[in-house]
């Protein structure tokens, strides 16, 4: 193990111990690279079918988060589902934009080698002690739905 994947495990084993024994068990591919930047921030790259993805901006990556958060008009926002992991720039960019509101994130990513090496590269820990990031990786269209239950659920009140 290296970088901060140990931490974020053993934080994210606290509540679900599902997700972190499978990063846990999980031997990375090497599909995933991680590239320096002017900024001096990583950022990163995949490998997919022959061809390579780059994940955020070669140039600076957390920048590239705040504007694109910063520029949806988001309504209060108590639950949220983000499509693709990365190394987290625009989680956190949410959660400081809604962090008054915001009670549940669930992130959904295809790919296992990002979810491995965003625990191994970035300090998720105040994201983690929230008790409240979940993830979804590669998941089943049942556990989807469970998810979208689990969050919602306590938001829906019956007369």
């Not at 090497?30 to 002017?38: I, K, L």
Request: proline fraction near 5%.
């Amino acid at each position: 193990m290296s970088g901060f994947l140990e931490k974020n495990l053993q934080i994210l084993q606290t509540y679900d111990p599902k997700t972190a024994d499978r990063l846990q068990q999980y031997i990375p591919s090497h599909r995933a690279e991680m590239m320096a930047t002017p900024a001096n921030v990583p950022s990163f790259r995949l490998q997919t079918g022959g061809a390579v993805r780059l994940l955020h901006s070669a140039k600076n990556p957390i920048q590239e988060a705040q504007r694109w958060v910063n520029g949806l008009d988001l309504p209060v926002v108590y639950n949220l589902m983000i499509f693709g992991a990365g190394l987290m720039y625009h989680v956190f960019e949410f959660v400081k934009r809604c962090q008054r509101d915001l009670c549940n994130i669930a992130i959904v990513e295809r790919e296992i080698d990002v979810v491995y090496a965003a625990f191994t590269y970035v300090d998720m820990t105040t994201l983690l002690q929230s008790r409240s990031l979940y993830f979804l990786i590669e998941p089943t269209d049942s556990e989807m739905r469970d998810c979208m239950n689990q969050l919602l659920t306590p938001f829906i009140r019956t007369a």
